[in-house]
């Protein structure tokens, strides 16, 4: 789940016409040191933002930076999409953003460090060409001039 | 895709990914495909162990010598969890007794919501208008008047956001005050339980369906895309 068989039918033909890019191959940058030794940012397209941030809007394909340290009761959700249950993220933000589940594993000596920010998109996107071309390459610029060895992508 | 731009400036990804489907066609460099519903890509709410456990899963895959690759999370929803997929309005009939006064209703809401931010810490969703759930009443008479086919505006909505998505985001405040208000009343409620009673049993899911309905009347995409995002 969700298996596309066990979906309702509105949610399921919306996902067999969604225009999925399609590719044979992938970039594949091998981590030059161990985990415990690299600084990690969540890269989310759960639509997340700092409270007072510019919400996004639907097919928005800008992004949004969240500081490391934001306190979880600072971050709120514009995706807000009627096709997924979103008690489970009023009830616990590490459902799509685990920053406590990655501060523990800092803490425990099994992660190197955070970056100093995360970043986040908007989801659902049916055209994404501009993250494709310009905005995602940017905050691949951005995180790699911070020093990020590993980006962990999450959806909602 | 977004993996794969990251990956060309250098960075390692790894990717949760909850349509199976979709990350086979898109290969990104890693994937861990988890067998949850939509909007719980960890697993639970408030289950660090199992988050923690796909969370490693989906860390693992940076020892992969090569790409791309996509993985299962082995561990399957365990029975009685939650649907794939919330129950949409058009699938609830409304009750026979609603009340009238969405207005008054939200007020008292508000009391159950003010205990939901105790209880939270102060976590909420609501904050897309930026409008304190303390004057919800006029986010409440606004749309009713929306839903009227008034010409009305809040002096709140930023000149850059256009109506339809002010009227959505006033929707979705108006939906998170009344989940996390109903999460306060029975911390035990799940997403489908919830929707089932805003839809069918509430003035303000009433309020909603007759929003979407002066939405989905218009020829303009974006107000049709509102329409879609308020219920459908």
């Given at each position: 789940m969700p298996r596309l068989d066990r979906l309702p039918q509105i949610s399921r033909n919306n996902l067999l016409t969604f225009p999925a890019q399609v590719n044979d191959t992938a970039p594949f940058v091998r981590p030059g040191k161990p985990l415990v030794a690299s600084r990690l940012a969540i890269v989310t397209t759960a639509g997340l933002h700092v409270r007072g941030d510019r919400p996004f809007s639907p097919g928005d394909q800008t992004y949004r930076v969240i500081p490391?340290?934001?306190?979880?009761?600072?971050i709120v959700q514009?995706?807000?999409?009627?096709?997924?249950?979103?008690v489970a993220i009023m009830r616990d933000?590490?459902?799509?953003?685990p920053i406590d589940r990655l501060r523990e594993l800092v803490a425990r000596g099994e992660l190197g460090g955070l970056a100093p920010y995360c970043c986040s998109f908007m989801g659902?996107?049916?055209?994404?060409a501009r993250i494709e071309s310009e905005t995602g390459p940017e905050v691949g610029r951005r995180l790699a001039a911070e020093g990020v060895d590993v980006a962990l992508i999450t959806p909602t | 895709m977004l993996a794969r731009a990251l990956e060309l400036a250098g960075i390692s990804t790894t990717s949760i990914s909850l349509v199976r489907e979709h990350t086979e066609k898109v290969k990104p460099p890693r994937a861990l495909y988890v067998?949850?519903?939509?909007?719980?890509a960890l697993g639970r709410p408030d289950d660090p162990e199992l988050q923690h456990r796909v969370l490693r899963a989906a860390l693992d895959l940076?020892?992969?010598?090569?790409?791309p690759v996509l993985h299962d999370f082995?561990?399957?929803?365990?029975?009685?969890?939650?649907?794939p997929a919330p129950p949409q309005a058009s699938g609830i009939t409304p009750a026979e007794?609603?009340?009238?006064d969405a207005a008054m209703e939200t007020t008292q809401m508000r009391r159950y919501h003010e205990r939901w931010l105790e209880k939270s810490g102060g976590?909420?969703?609501?904050g897309l208008t930026g409008i304190p759930a303390t004057r919800f009443r006029g986010v409440v008479r606004f749309l009713e008047g929306f839903a009227d086919g008034q010409d009305v505006d809040m002096?709140?909505?930023?000149?850059?956001?256009?109506l339809p998505n002010f009227v959505r985001y006033c929707a979705d405040d108006l939906k998170a005050l009344y989940f996390e208000g109903h999460l306060a009343m029975k911390?035990?409620?799940g997403g489908e339980e919830i929707a089932r009673w805003f839809w069918s049993e509430t003035a303000a899911g009433r309020l909603l369906r007759r929003v979407r309905d002066r939405l989905d009347t218009s020829d303009d995409p974006r107000w049709k895309a509102a329409a879609f995002g308020i219920a459908r």
């Open positions: 490391s340290d934001t306190p979880t009761t600072d514009s995706h807000t999409s009627i096709g997924f249950d979103r933000i590490n459902i799509s953003f659902a996107q049916r055209d994404a | 067998p949850f519903p939509f909007g719980h940076l020892l992969e010598p090569a790409g082995p561990e399957d929803a365990e029975p009685g969890a939650q649907p007794q609603v009340p009238d976590r909420t969703l609501l002096a709140e909505r930023p000149p850059e956001v256009p911390p035990a409620a």
